[in-house]
C-alpha cells in the first residue's frame, strides 16, 4: 500500500468512492449516470475489499430484468467475496456487505431476509462509528422491522416498537444536527411506526412530511420510497384512489433516479393503477430518457379535493 504521512492512500480513494456511491444511493444522482462515473474514473476499484459491495446495491438496483435483485452477484460473487472478508477479519468490509443487502432486501421487499442482514450488520457497526452511513442502517433496521411486524406475536412486536423507539433516538439526533440530510428519514420510519399501531391521522401527516423533505432536499430515492410506502398504506386501508397518486409518484421517483430494477417491480404489482403511465411510458425507458422523468403529468395529489373526499368515504 501507498503511503504518505499520516494517510493511506487506498483509505482517500475508499473514502472519496464511498461518498459519490451514498451520493447515487441516497441523493438525487442518477444509478445509471453514477456506474459510469465508477467505471471511467475508478476503473481499478474493481479489486478493492469494500468497494464492490456499493458498487453492487448501485449496480442491481439499475438493471431491468433482474432475476435475483437482492444478490450482491451482479459484478462479483457475494459468496466468494464473503469469505475473505471473515478470513481477513475484515468487520468493516462484513458491516458494508450486510448493510448493502439489507437495503437491498427491504427495497425489494423481503422483510424476513432484511431485518437477518440487519443483524448481521449490527455485529460490526462499532468498527465504523462516526461513518455517515450509520444512520442509514439506523433507517432501514427500523423499516425492515416494521415491514415485518404484521406477521410477528404480539411479544414480538413488543420488541420492534422498542428496537424502533431505541433507533429513532438516534435519528432524532441525527436530524436535530442535520435536518436536510435526515429528517425525512426519521419522518417515514414514523409514520411506519404509527401506521403499525393503526394510527392512520399521524401516518398520514408524516407520509407527507417525509415525502415533503426529501423532495425539498432532492433525495429522489427516499421521496419515491416515501410515496411507495404511503401508496401501500392507503391500499391497505381500502383507499385505492388515493394510494394510485402515491404510487404513480413513486414510479415516476424511482424512474427518475434510474432504479430500473424497481420500476419493473412496481409495474409487476401495481400494473392496476400504473397501467395508464405504463402504456405511455413504456417504450421510452432508456438511462436517458429516465432522468427526464418528472411528476408534471400527475395534477392530483394527496391534499387535493378529491382525496379529501375518498377519506370521508
Known amino acids: 500500500m501507498i503511503t504518505i504521512p499520516g494517510y493511506h492512500i487506498l483509505e482517500l480513494i475508499y473514502a472519496s468512492s464511498n461518498t459519490l456511491v451514498y451520493r447515487g444511493i441516497c441523493q438525487a444522482d442518477q444509478q445509471s449516470v453514477i456506474i459510469k462515473v465508477l467505471k471511467s474514473e475508478y476503473p481499478t476499484l474493481s479489486e478493492l475489499v ?59 421487499g423481503d422483510y424476513q431476509q432484511a431485518v437477518e442482514h440487519a443483524q448481521e450488520a449490527q455485529q460490526y457497526i462499532d468498527e465504523v462509528a462516526g461513518n455517515p452511513r450509520n444512520p442509514f442502517f439506523y433507517f432501514y433496521d427500523s423499516l425492515s422491522w416494521l415491514g415485518l411486524y404484521p406477521e410477528t406475536s404480539e411479544p414480538e412486536q413488543e420488541a420492534i416498537i422498542s428496537k424502533v423507539a431505541a433507533n429513532q433516538q438516534k435519528m432524532q439526533q441525527c436530524a436535530d444536527y442535520a435536518p436536510m440530510n435526515f429528517l ?8 411506519e411506526r404509527y401506521r403499525v ?3 392512520k391521522m399521524e401516518a398520514m401527516e408524516y407520509y407527507d412530511r417525509a415525502i415533503a423533505g426529501a423532495a425539498t432536499n432532492e433525495y429522489i430515492q427516499e421521496e419515491a420510497l416515501a410515496n411507495e410506502l404511503a401508496g401501500k398504506f392507503y391500499l ?25 430494477a424497481k420500476v419493473e417491480q412496481l409495474e409487476k404489482h401495481y400494473s392496476q393503477f400504473l397501467a395508464p403511465i405504463m402504456t405511455r411510458e413504456r417504450g421510452s425507458l432508456t438511462d436517458d430518457t429516465f432522468s427526464n422523468f418528472t411528476t408534471e403529468a400527475i395534477t392530483a395529489s394527496s391534499s387535493n379535493d378529491s382525496a379529501i373526499l375518498d377519506l370521508a368515504e
Open 236 to 260: 391497505a386501508w381500502g383507499k385505492p384512489k388515493i394510494a394510485q397518486i402515491y404510487l404513480t409518484d413513486a414510479y415516476y421517483g424511482y424512474a427518475r433516479w434510474g432504479a430500473k
Open 184 to 191: 425525512h428519514e426519521f419522518e417515514l420510519v414514523e409514520a
Open 50 to 108: 469494500r468497494f464492490p459491495n456499493q458498487y453492487r446495491i448501485t449496480k442491481n438496483l439499475n438493471l431491468p430484468g433482474i432475476v435475483q435483485p437482492k444478490a450482491l452477484v451482479n459484478y462479483h460473487n457475494e459468496q466468494i467475496k464473503l469469505e475473505p472478508y471473515k478470513s481477513a477479519g475484515d468487520r468493516t468490509g462484513l458491516y458494508y456487505l450486510y448493510l448493502n443487502k439489507l437495503t437491498l432486501c427491504y427495497l425489494f
Open 197 to 199: 399501531r393503526g394510527e
